[in-house]
């Protein structure tokens, strides 16, 4: 299944919004070679366009009220039950329109996250964590548009911060003008914690609900909040947050590299790998997950 050819849709793959994250934050070991500052400093890029476009419908779109039906919705995990390995061939079902021969399916960044978290020698719950972070994105698959399954992720219910990328779109977001949203804290308390606060829908929360029984604290915080970059990367928002998500910040922090940076044309030896995973799922997650 295409991902483009359903409205709203200006992203020709989901993997065009993480392109444009490189953009914003790249990596510092590569930055200083002459082939990626280039590749960096092409504002000429054609994408940038579709990736200001997916922004504006993203903006726009996600309200509160939004976000409460996509919870009640979505959080009956009633579409679909499926082995971890099913889900991985399910979401691999997302192609990549623009790219099918170069880009690497989803299963591939998936593995290479988690290859990646495996070989600096993290605990095996964060390479699971690697392994599965992406998961979420079968909301595409369920007829999602690609505005609320990926982009930077952001409370939802009180003022935006204006260290998320395009803050200008939301003055078309209906909860921009709504005295009860648009305050500094709106509907929260200072300091009551991100697990009191609503983010923007998409494929971080809808994981984060899928496992939330099955990995650490730490992991959990890994799956939802790795694209909260205007808390992780930016420091806003942190009147919503107690000491719980200061200890937690560093273990998202500590995942994002490995997030953004370990893309890899080479694909790994899944024929090798394979057993070292299977143990792992085996070892953390139940037979079936409930999507
Ligand atoms: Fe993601
Ligand atoms: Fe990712």
Not at 29 to 37: D, G, M, N, P, R
Not at 135 to 163: N, R
Not at 178 to 183: I, K
Not at 192 to 220: A, F, T
Request: some cysteine; charged content about 30%; hydrophobic content about 30%.
């Amino acid at each position: 299944m295409s991902t483009n050819n359903v409205n709203n849709a200006p992203l020709a793959s989901l993997d065009e919004w993480e392109d444009d994250l490189l953009k914003r934050y790249p990596d510092p070991e590569t930055i200083a070679t002459s082939k990626s500052t280039e590749e960096y400093r092409n504002y000429e890029d054609p994408r940038r366009d579709t990736v200001k476009e997916f922004y504006r419908l993203n903006h726009t779109y996600q309200t509160s009220d939004f976000v409460a039906g996509k919870r009640k919705d979505f959080l009956k995990f009633d579409r679909k039950e499926m082995t971890v390995w099913d889900a991985f061939a399910f979401l691999n079902e997302l192609v990549d329109d623009s790219d099918p021969d170069t880009d690497l399916d989803q299963f591939q960044h998936l593995l290479q996250t988690s290859e990646a978290i495996r070989r600096d020698g993290h605990p095996d719950w964060m390479v699971l964590t690697g392994l599965m972070h992406d998961m979420g994105k079968v909301l595409c698959l369920f007829g999602e548009p690609q505005w609320a399954v990926v982009g930077d992720t952001f409370p939802v219910g009180c003022a935006y911060s204006d260290k998320i990328v395009y803050p200008e779109f939301f003055k078309n977001n209906p909860d921009h003008d709504n005295p009860e949203y648009n305050t500094k804290l709106g509907v929260y308390e200072c300091g009551c914690g991100l697990r009191n606060v609503n983010m923007s829908w998409g494929h971080d929360e809808y994981i984060y609900q899928i496992l939330k029984d099955y990995l650490p604290e730490e992991g959990l915080y890994m799956l939802r909040y790795h694209s909260f970059y205007a808390w992780h990367r930016e420091g806003a928002y942190q009147y919503l947050t107690d000491d719980h998500d200061k200890k937690m910040l560093k273990w998202v922090q500590l995942f994002n590299p490995y997030d953004l940076y370990s893309k890899n044309p080479e694909p790994p030896d899944w024929n090798k790998l394979q057993p070292y995973y299977e143990k792992l799922v085996n070892k953390y997650l139940p037979k079936t997950l409930k999507f």
